[in-house]
């Protein structure tokens, strides 16, 4: 079986820092993309982040200049370093990898929430 696991999410004020990691573990060969959902209350899940196994990296407009998304292929982990952040950051951050096994397979974290204060 495989699971992600996050960590790193809290409660910080407008202009703060959060890094979220995402640790892979389980009996896989390797991941193939990975990648940040949020969800805020009332709203639809949204794509934060993407970074693929080579390290080319996509974000949603709002976050760009702010997040960077990183991974480290040896740990099997990848991290959300987010700046400056704002209210409308505030939601619950999900981290998604996609597994090559006997195929490719779509895994999801459980999630951490971020909560920013203005």
């Known amino acids: 079986q495989v699971q992600l696991v996050e960590s790193g999410g809290g409660l910080v004020q407008a202009g703060g820092s959060l890094r979220l990691s995402c640790a892979a573990s389980?009996?896989?060969?390797?991941?193939?993309?990975m990648g940040w959902y949020r969800q805020a209350p009332g709203k639809q899940r949204e794509l934060v982040a993407l970074?693929?196994?080579?390290?080319?990296?996509n974000y949603v407009d709002s976050v760009k200049g702010r997040f960077t998304i990183s991974r480290d292929n040896a740990k099997n982990t990848m991290y959300l370093q987010m700046n400056n952040l704002k209210p409308e950051d505030t939601a619950e951050y999900s981290c998604?990898?996609?597994?090559?096994?006997?195929?490719?397979?779509?895994?999801w974290g459980r999630g951490t929430q971020v909560t920013v204060s203005s």
């Open positions: 970074i693929n196994r080579g390290g080319t990296t």
């Open positions: 998604y990898a996609r597994i090559v096994r006997s195929g490719f397979t779509n895994y």
């Open positions: 389980g009996s896989f060969f390797s991941i193939d993309a």
